[in-house]
C-alpha cells in the first residue's frame, strides 16, 4: 500500500482525524474530502481545513446542502433538542450520509486513480447508526466497484474499536495530543474537549478517561518508567 493513493472521508472530528494519520503511515499519496450538509456544528470544516493544512494533504469540501433538505434532524437543525428514545435511532441519525459520502469519495477517488478510501465508521461506539455497521461497508463496497468497473478497498481502521481503544492507537500514531486540541467531535461545534454535555462530547471524554487510566495504570509498576506515552516521535513526514 505503500505506493498507492487513498481518499480519507474527513470531518475534522477524533475518528476521522485518527484515520487521516493513519493513512499518512500507510499510503504513499493522501487526499482528504469533507462534506458540507449545514450541519449544526458547521465549525467542523474550517477546523478540518486547518488540519490538512497543518498535515500537508490536499483537502476538499463537497457542497451536500441537498441532504440537509431530505433529512431535516437535530444534526442539520440547530432548533431541534437532541434526542435518543430507548429502542429508537438518536435523532442525530442523518438517513443516507454515509451511503452519500462514501459514494461521492470513490467518485472522487476514481478521478484521482486512487483505489483506497479510509472511512471512520466504528460499530463498536457507534450510537445505533445502521451505515455504521461492517456489513453495510462491505455491501456499499461491492456495489461501487460494480457500478464503476473498478476494485475500491474501503478500510474501516476503527471498526472494531470503543473510543478508548481509538485514543490509543492516536497515542501509538504520535496524535494523541494533536487530536484531543485539534479537532470537533461536540454537536454543538466546539473544539477540544467540546461542551462536555452532548453525546459525542460525553462518549469522546469516557474514552479518553478509560484509555488515560489504562495507560498510568500499565506505567504505574515500573521503576524508573520511562515516558509513559505509546506516542513515537515520528512526524508524519518521517512516516510517509
Same mark, same amino acid.
Given at each position: ?8 472521508? /474527513?470531518?475534522? #472530528? &477524533?475518528?476521522?482525524? !485518527?484515520? *487521516?494519520?493513519? %493513512?499518512?503511515?500507510?499510503?504513499? +499519496?493522501?487526499?482528504?474530502?469533507? /462534506?458540507?450538509? #449545514? &450541519?449544526?456544528?458547521? !465549525?467542523? *470544516?474550517?477546523? %478540518?481545513?486547518?488540519?490538512?493544512? +497543518? ?14 433538505? *431530505? ?170
Amino acid at each position: 500500500m505503500k505506493q498507492d493513493k487513498a481518499v480519507v472521508v /474527513f470531518s475534522g #472530528g &477524533q475518528d476521522s482525524t !485518527t484515520c *487521516l494519520w493513519w %493513512a499518512l503511515q500507510q499510503f504513499k +499519496e493522501v487526499e482528504a474530502i469533507s /462534506f458540507d450538509y #449545514g &450541519q449544526r456544528h458547521h !465549525t467542523e *470544516l474550517k477546523h %478540518a481545513t486547518r488540519i490538512a493544512e +497543518e498535515l500537508n494533504v490536499r483537502h476538499r469540501i463537497l457542497d451536500m446542502s441537498l441532504l440537509n433538505q *431530505l433529512a431535516p434532524n437535530a444534526l442539520t437543525r440547530s432548533d431541534m433538542e437532541i434526542e435518543h428514545e430507548d429502542g429508537e435511532l438518536p435523532n442525530t441519525f442523518v438517513d443516507g450520509r454515509n451511503l452519500l459520502f462514501i459514494s461521492f469519495a470513490a467518485v472522487y477517488a476514481r478521478q484521482l486513480g486512487a483505489k483506497h478510501l479510509i472511512v471512520g465508521v466504528c460499530e463498536t461506539d457507534f450510537s445505533g447508526y445502521p451505515d455504521c455497521r461492517d456489513v453495510f461497508i462491505k455491501s456499499l463496497n461491492v456495489t461501487l466497484n460494480l457500478s464503476m468497473d473498478t476494485s475500491f478497498v474501503i478500510h474501516t481502521p476503527l471498526m472494531w474499536l470503543d473510543k478508548a481503544q481509538t485514543w490509543r492507537m492516536a497515542d501509538e500514531l504520535g496524535a494523541l495530543d494533536f487530536i484531543r486540541e485539534k479537532t470537533v467531535t461536540c454537536y454543538e461545534g466546539l473544539v477540544g474537549d467540546g461542551c462536555g454535555a452532548c453525546p459525542a462530547c460525553k462518549l469522546r471524554r469516557a474514552g479518553l478517561d478509560a484509555y488515560l487510566k489504562e495507560r498510568d495504570q500499565n506505567c504505574a509498576p515500573r521503576p524508573q518508567a520511562q515516558e509513559c506515552s505509546a506516542a513515537t516521535s515520528e512526524t508524519v513526514e518521517a512516516s510517509r
